[in-house]
């Protein structure tokens, strides 16, 4: 049986590799990839995620190949990332409580969210968020997206986060708990010492927002709680961890080796990883 992975991205610049390690490995295995954008704009990958001679500042070195920047540029300027879904058009929006008629207006939005999560989850196997600096301005608080995260992890499919991606997660919360969906979870992503001081920049946009807003860490460190962990594995080549529904990836050279813990979970039932 083929299975179906749904990959969302961001509008305001993913990157490349972090696409590409997921594209190659989910499709040598024979799965439908769909694509998804906040709003049904084509994404568009991060300048220097396609530039081999890009310098990476916490790092010191490149972390581009010209062999990845090659296979990067190739699925950016292919039509596959044409028409992507809108997120914006199948999920509802949340009505403000300042509404006129709040009450009726909540018991419409979760009628509307309920059928709308439960067709996109029946249609997918599994969930793939796409990092880079893109998704700290339109993926990691959207709560259209947030819905789509808790319907995967309730119906017990995979969910997959790169990078910044890994913020959704910690922002994905039941509103009458507060809980993010990480408590009591191992998980990896940015550390501090992987941040950058200077030069966030996003697709589209002429700003640099110096470093990130947020230090990723942090945010993991307090959403996972008392019973889970943050997991930096700082100084070390790779850091992809598996505590299901979870799989989560710290960096640009993680990509292909989460991807095919994604595919070890969902064909092996692999379940834990790293931890």
Known sequence: MS??????????????????????????QGY???????????????????????IDPPLGRSVTTRDMARRAADID??????????????????PYYSSLNHL???????RRLASATEDLVASFDALVLVGGSGPIVDLANNERLHEVVLAFAAADKPILAECYGVAV?????????????????????????????????????DFNMGPPPYPLEYILRDATGPDG?????????????????????????????SAEL???VLEE???????
């Open 3 to 28: 299975r179906s992975v749904l990959i969302v991205l961001s509008e305001f610049g993913y990157w490349g590799e972090e696409l590409v390690g997921p594209v190659e490995v989910l499709e040598a």
């Open 229 to 257: 962990a943050f997991i930096g594995n700082v100084g070390r080549e790779l850091s992809a961890l598996v505590d299901y529904p979870f799989i989560t990836a710290r960096s640009t050279p993680d990509a292909t080796l």
């Open 32 to 54: 439908r990839l769909t694509y998804m954008t906040p709003n049904g704009r084509r994404p568009v990958a991060l300048p220097p995620s396609l530039d081999p001679d890009y």
């Open 269 to 275: 039932g692999l379940r834990r990883y790293g931890w």
């Open 169 to 205: 997660l910690a922002f994905a919360r039941n509103l009458e708990t507060r809980e993010s969906i990480l408590w009591g979870k191992r998980v990896t992503g940015h550390p501090k010492e992987y941040d950058y001081k200077d030069g966030t920049g996003f697709v589209g946009v």
């Open 262 to 264: 994604l595919v070890r």
């Open 77 to 94: 300027s292919s039509s596959r990332l044409d028409n992507p879904l809108s997120l914006s058009d199948l999920i509802p929006e949340r």
């Open 104 to 110: 009726r207006e909540l018991e419409e939005y979760h």
